[in-house]
């Protein structure tokens, strides 16, 4: 079964530009969450979608967003981008979605703001 | 104060040493989670768990509920071990969501 995939795995961007991220999870797999890692700050939770629904939301601000697909694909968009985006973004699927099953992560996509 | 404290921080072992990662957190948990991230960034969950023990090969990991505390173990250490472990805990219900500590870097060395 094939794992979690990203695209793109890197991206450059200027400040004030927009950028979307792909992410396809496990096939069957309906729960896709994405995270965004820094040096500063580590992993930080960004959003939760399942079923095509935004069942959770961290505490980023409202240029972070995103959607998921009746596929179970999922898409984040960060508008406005700031030099602070500049991290590693990562998406994570699981069965479900609830306390029970893990997360599969994928490989993550770098993004660096100049 | 973190809501997930790790320590050490940072760990240096030489080949074949028993390792122990700590992780200590401060809110109700539904579950957490060990998890192994190499260079180059792909993440690999290696343990889930919300009661006891769990082992899987040369890793085992506890969990201490009452005490809010987890730790995870490697033994016979080796250099391919080198990489960095998170601690995340998961909470919230249905608005389940993971809150990461900042990880441990380990080096183990030939």
């Known amino acids: 079964k094939a794992g979690v995939t990203q695209t793109p795995r890197y991206l450059i961007k200027t400040r004030g530009q927009q950028v979307t991220l792909s992410c396809s999870p496990i096939s069957g797999h309906r729960s896709v969450s994405w995270y965004q890692q820094t040096p500063g700050q580590g992993l930080q939770f960004l959003f939760e979608?399942?079923?095509?629904?935004?069942?959770n939301k961290g505490n980023f601000p409202g240029r972070f967003s995103g959607r998921q697909f009746s596929n179970s694909r999922s898409e984040m968009n960060v508008s406005t981008l700031e030099l602070g985006d500049s991290a590693l973004y990562l998406c994570a699927s699981s069965l479900i979605g609830t306390v029970s099953y893990e997360q599969y992560f994928g490989p993550g996509t770098r993004l660096t703001v100049t | 104060k973190n809501e997930v404290e790790q320590s050490p921080q940072n760990l240096t072992a030489q080949e074949g040493e028993f390792i122990t990662i700590n992780c200590s957190y401060s809110v109700g948990i539904s579950a957490l989670h060990w998890l192994q991230q190499h260079p180059g960034g792909g993440i690999v969950s290696l343990f889930m768990l919300s009661s006891g023990k769990k082992k899987h090969g040369r890793l085992i990991a506890t969990i201490n509920i009452q005490e809010k505390h987890s730790s995870l173990h490697i033994t016979a250490s080796h250099p391919r071990d080198s990489a960095v472990y998170i601690c995340?805990?998961?909470?919230?219900?249905?608005?389940?969501?993971?809150?990461f500590g900042k990880g441990t870097l380990l080096t183990v060395n030939p």
């Open positions: 995340a805990v998961g909470s919230g219900g249905s608005n389940y969501k993971l809150t």
């Open positions: 979608y399942f079923s095509e629904t935004q069942r």
